[in-house]
């Protein structure tokens, strides 16, 4: 299997949540903040998810490749599972 991805065969995602890490309630001295996000996702093929400040959604934060996302952009299932 080793060899199968070092040859480029298998491409692997790495999946995250912060969704239970309390992000918006950090306070450092000036309110809780109104928006977090992250200033840059070193690697590739990362998937972080977290609350919406309201608490009410899910945001995604991906790193993929243009290719992977032009796809990803419009899978059919994918858009009926995440649009209200």
């Not at 309390?22 to 928006?35: A, C, I, R």
């Given at each position: ?50 609350y ?19 796809k ?10 995440t649009?209200?």
């Open positions: 299997m080793v060899e199968r991805f070092n040859r480029g065969e298998i491409v692997s995602f790495n999946i995250t949540s912060l969704c239970r890490f309390p992000l918006y309630e950090s306070n450092f001295g000036w309110g809780k903040p109104v928006w977090v996000g992250s200033v840059s996702l070193a690697f590739s093929n990362v998937v972080g998810f977290i919406t400040v309201s608490r009410n959604g899910i945001e995604a934060w991906m790193n993929l490749k243009e290719e992977d996302m032009a990803l952009e419009v899978d059919e299932e994918l858009i009926l599972a649009t209200a």
